[in-house]
Structure formats: structure tokens, C-alpha cells
């Protein structure tokens, strides 16, 4: 079984080489699809012998659809550059590599995020299970947002031992940056489908959001974390249904 691990990037210097170091050992190649970086991501890559292009921002799916289809290799290892596989979940892959695999299974690995130098195990974010090693012939990523892979046939999916370790959050205002993008992006999203707003889901969806994740999904075990995290996500509901009562009233 060999592997290609499939990356894309923009502006990575600080996340890829950690990226690069977790999985140059259980990669029987790296493509790198890059859709402009201005920093050292590209020099960075050429240490480590990648196969590395530069494509425009097609979205998130077709970005990744698009690297898949440069890979030597049908299996896929899909990682994002601010994750590394731990060395448990490396040793894991490893062992996969010697076994007969059919194109129908898939493989899966709990995604362990870091917020602020801490590892955040509630507020519904772990085990944030992720199926990133499969046969691209009968995957492909579809989502204009948060995207899945759609498969043609039936799958039989294992879970790997070991984590994905997730370095996505610096500060705060990382995670608040990242949260209001994607929910103008889904309250856009909401609108071209032709949703209809109401002011009662303005109002009350974010502190139902609050409760789900910091009462019971337990996001108060997290600390401080925890509450910034559940507070920051409340604020991102709210404006989703309030960007999306905004282009209403624009077309009124």
C-alpha cells in the first residue's frame, strides 16, 4: 500500500515544517498545492523534496480535489498543514501500509485541537473523528464550507489508534477570526439556498449554542478555555443568522 500525502497551503511557514517532519516517514509521497503564499512555505517544502504547484483558490473542495488528482498514488493521506500525526497514530499508518487493504475501506483519527498552547478535550471538540486516508478512486471532497468526502460506494471505516494533533488556534482572536469568516460564510450560504430569516433564531440560537457546549458537552472542564471557546462560537451563531437577515433585508 503506498501513500500520498496530499497538503494545501497559503502562508504555512509557521505550521508546515512540523506538518512535513510527522509525516515524512510513513508518506510514499507529499504534494503540496499552494495557492500563493508570499512567505517561506514554498522553501520550506523544497526541503523536504515535496511535489509542490501552485493552483488559485478554487474553494476548499476543489482545492483538495485538485491535489488529490496530482498524487502518484491512489491511497490518500489528507492532512491540513497545521496538523501533525502523533507518534502513536504514526505507527498506526505504518502497520496499515503492511496489510492487503480493499478500495472500500476507509480510515479514520480523532483530531485533537490546541487552543492557546492547551489541548482541548470538550466543548465538542474531541474526539472530532476524521476519515483522511482512503482510495481516491471511489472519494472525493464535496462542501462548499466545512467539506466531507462523498463516497461511491459503501465504505467499512476503521478508527486508527493515536491522535491528529491540531495547531490551529494561537490566540483567541485566531479562533474568533476563523469562527465570524465561517459564519458569514454559511449565513451567505443560507441565503442563496433561499432560507428565510427569523428573528427568533437570532436570538435564541446563540445561547442555546452556549449551553450545548459549555454545560453539556462539558466545555467548562476546558477552564478558561473552555469559556472563551463556547463564548466565541455563541457570538459566531448570531452573526450567521444576522448576516443572513442583513442580504434579506438588502433584497427587500
Excluded at 105 to 119: A, D, I, P, Q
Amino acid at each position: 500500500m503506498l501513500i500520498t500525502a496530499v497538503i494545501i497551503t497559503h502562508n504555512e511557514e509557521r505550521n508546515i515544517r512540523r506538518c512535513l517532519e510527522s509525516i515524512k516517514d510513513v508518506a510514499d509521497e507529499i504534494v503540496v498545492v499552494d495557492s500563493g503564499s508570499t512567505d517561506n512555505t514554498e522553501k520550506i517544502c523544497a526541503e523536504y523534496g515535496v511535489k509542490f504547484m501552485h493552483q488559485d483558490w478554487l474553494g476548499y473542495s476543489e482545492q483538495k480535489n485538485f491535489a488529490n488528482n496530482l498524487a502518484s498514488n491512489d491511497w490518500i493521506l489528507s492532512i491540513d498543514a497545521d496538523e501533525e500525526l502523533s507518534k502513536k497514530l504514526k505507527n498506526s499508518i505504518s502497520e496499515l501500509k503492511n496489510k492487503n487493504i480493499s478500495d472500500d475501506e476507509v480510515f479514520s483519527m480523532n483530531r485533537l485541537t490546541n487552543y492557546c498552547g492547551h489541548w482541548i478535550r470538550h466543548c465538542g471538540w474531541y474526539p472530532d473523528r476524521k476519515i483522511r486516508i482512503w482510495n481516491r478512486t471511489v472519494g472525493k471532497w464535496r462542501g462548499e464550507i466545512h467539506e466531507t468526502i462523498e463516497f461511491s460506494t459503501e465504505i467499512k471505516e476503521t478508527v486508527l489508534h493515536g491522535d491528529l494533533l491540531h495547531y490551529s488556534f494561537a490566540t483567541p482572536e485566531d479562533y474568533e477570526n476563523q469562527q465570524f469568516k465561517f459564519a458569514k460564510m454559511r449565513g451567505q450560504h443560507y441565503f442563496m439556498k433561499g432560507k428565510k430569516h427569523a428573528l427568533f433564531y437570532m436570538a435564541v440560537s446563540p445561547v442555546f449554542s452556549f449551553i450545548q457546549h459549555y454545560i453539556f458537552q462539558l466545555g467548562f472542564l476546558d477552564g478558561k478555555d473552555g469559556l472563551h471557546i463556547c463564548h466565541i462560537t455563541a457570538k459566531a451563531t448570531r452573526l450567521k443568522y444576522q448576516t443572513l437577515k442583513e442580504l434579506t433585508d438588502k433584497k427587500l
